[in-house]
């Protein structure tokens, strides 16, 4: 018989209720949240009301919370090359492979955040792109703002900074359909501020 995953589960479900099973004791488990919302219009159609819930554990295998801990990392010390080379090559900053390559021919024993300031500040360099001038620009001028926030604010607040004045959530909005993991770290880190004023230091480590 033709008919959609969603619509079998849900349907599934509704011969377990109707049998004696409890709604309560019925869950369905996603590897992402992605389809969720498919599963809940299924079950509408059903008449099974339902709620759409996501577990602490699946929290950190999202891209953007990835990228937002990413950005957070850099912050607190932009020397860590892996945290450094996921902010620039994501959508908020777009650094091409080609474009990190070439700066690693030019400067091979640096870190990269040494090579992008030794980059930045050698009046004879000549461009690797024009376009990756602009973003190295953006990227200092984000990165000098953001860690001057964080120097004196709870983690929460620089969290709160990075989903405004980023695109943090429209790239989740566009690759996941929501904001719901980016707001659920947000809770995360004010669950973790309300232990006391810890910093963004500590919340990173």
Do not use: W
Request: net charge negative; charged share 25%; hydrophobic share 40%.
């Amino acid at each position: 018989e033709e008919i959609s995953e969603y619509d079998a589960v849900a349907r599934e479900i509704h011969t377990l209720i109707s049998s004696g099973v409890q709604p309560k004791d019925v869950v369905i488990l996603l590897r992402s949240m992605t389809n969720a919302e498919k599963y809940r219009e299924a079950l509408d159609r059903y008449a099974i009301s339902s709620q759409c819930g996501r577990g602490e554990d699946t929290l950190f295998d999202h891209p953007e919370v990835l990228l937002l801990i990413s950005l957070l990392n850099v912050i607190d010390n932009p020397t860590r090359d892996i945290y450094l080379t996921a902010v620039l090559k994501s959508p908020i900053f777009g650094v091409t492979l080609g474009e990190l390559s070439l700066l690693r021919e030019r400067y091979p024993a640096l870190s990269l955040y040494a090579s992008l300031g030794l980059y930045r500040e050698d009046e004879n360099r000549g461009e690797i792109t024009e376009e990756f001038d602009q973003k190295l620009e953006r990227f200092f001028v984000f990165l000098e703002k953001a860690r001057r926030f964080a120097e004196m604010q709870s983690s929460d607040k620089v969290v709160r900074y990075l989903l405004s004045t980023t695109p943090l959530r429209a790239i989740s909005v566009k690759y996941c359909g929501n904001c719901d993991a980016l707001m659920a770290f947000y809770d995360y880190a004010r669950a973790f501020e309300s232990q006391g004023f810890c910093g963004l230091h500590a919340l990173c480590r």
